[in-house]
């Protein structure tokens, strides 16, 4: 202990002395890091709101046409390219490029749907959507005939949520190929997942009916 209060005062003169610019260094940097968070958490918040009016803009272009005009089209492909420059990995940009593809398939431009198909992977989105992706765009591979690309491409993934999708396509596949046992299989696999989760598939149904599985 000290024994007057100007002991007192200088030991506190001496201890801020050594150590004082570390603490208030210390809390400088703790406000720092803290607006630089609070920063970085607006501008995310700002790039998602930016994504998102966009994306409401590429919904109110497309409403539910099957298939678009020329311009549209065009705005469409504009829309999307502000949105891959600025927000590349948002989930509002996979969307776009999906829809995209979707538009390109109904106007029977299937390497144009494939290679849109392809960014979105190439995007690295989350699993359910990568799933999703993938299975379109081995239809799309399929529409061009592209049997061993098919397989592979549904071989690259775990399906998932996406099973009866992904066995039915290997059963159009071999159905293709001329192999009526692969085939049936597949459409098996497909028609038991398809019924374990309700589902009403009457396509399904169809092919399994014909390959003798039901």
């Known amino acids: 202990m000290y024994d007057t209060d ?3 005062i200088e030991a506190i003169k001496k201890w801020f002395a050594r150590w004082g610019n570390l603490i208030i260094g210390g809390f400088l940097v703790a406000i720092l890091a803290y607006g630089g968070f609070w920063f970085y958490q607006n501008q995310q918040q700002q790039a998602r709101e930016a994504a998102s009016d966009q994306y409401q803009q590429v919904l109110r272009l497309v409403g ?39 538009y390109a398939v109904a106007e029977g431009e299937l ?35 592209e049997y061993d690309a098919v397989l592979s491409t549904l071989d690259s993934l775990d399906p998932g949520s996406q099973r009866v999708g992904y066995a039915e396509l290997r059963g159009d596949v071999h159905a293709s190929l001329g192999d009526r046992d692969a085939a049936r299989a597949a459409y098996a696999e497909a028609w038991e997942l398809a019924q374990s989760q309700g589902l009403n598939r009457p396509l399904l149904q169809a092919k399994a009916e014909t390959y003798g599985v039901l």
């Open 64 to 102: 539910d046409a099957q298939q678009l005009t020329d311009d549209q089209r065009t705005e469409l492909d504009s829309l999307f390219e502000s949105l891959a420059a600025d927000h590349p990995q948002s989930t509002y940009t996979l969307y776009t490029a999906m829809l995209q593809a979707r």
């Open 6 to 8: 100007e002991e007192q």
């Open 111 to 145: 390497e144009a749907a494939e290679d849109r198909l392809r960014w979105v992977l190439d995007q690295e989105p989350e699993q359910s959507l990568q799933r999703l992706v993938n299975l379109r765009l081995a239809r799309v591979l399929f529409a061009q005939e």
